[in-house]
């Protein structure tokens, strides 16, 4: 398994844990997440980092779950194993965009069972660095279509079908509203 870290540093030598920018209520057995931690994502959903940082995007996918109705509306006949959503405002920061993904080792970092990410409460030293500098043609390569709307908003809809939704950076969308939890119950991703 492996674990990343997306930034728009490229200098990071030691990550050290720190408490999130904007707190998120996830529920009081939860809290913790809210204290210092470094956080990282697994290399099956990495795709939700293939992003300029605050760039407001939902991601959708289908799991062994989802409906067939569901499948086909959202789907249709595409081949693809997730779609992508960005506002059009943020389209030309997409294309020139650059996200550095640091490798990290798994060693002190433990899984909170919701969609890919692992913390860590202790400081972690990066293994490397790769930096995406076509961030389009990394989504096309792991098989995401990138989608453009004016606004994110009219798919908030998507939390009550049987597909997979993750949020990210929602609070930089148009009228998305406060910030708040914004992603489905964790589900693996599964190939079409």
Known sequence: MRLFHFSDDPGIEVFAPRPLRIAVDR???REWLNHPL???MDAA???LYLFSR???RIIIWPMSTTSVEDREYWFGGRSCHAIAYVEDA???RLRTGIVHRYDLPISSFEDIDDVGIWVSRSTVTPLGMYSLIDLPGEMEAQNIELRSLPRLTP???LWQTTLHASGVRTRN???W???GWSHSKPGRIVVA
């Open 177 to 179: 509203g406060k910030p």
């Open 27 to 29: 529920g009081p057995d």
């Open 173 to 175: 969308a148009q009228d």
């Open 90 to 92: 943020w389209m030309e």
């Open 38 to 40: 470094v956080w990282a």
């Open 54 to 56: 605050e760039c407001p």
């Open 155 to 157: 798919l908030k809809p």
């Open 45 to 47: 959903h990495s795709l």
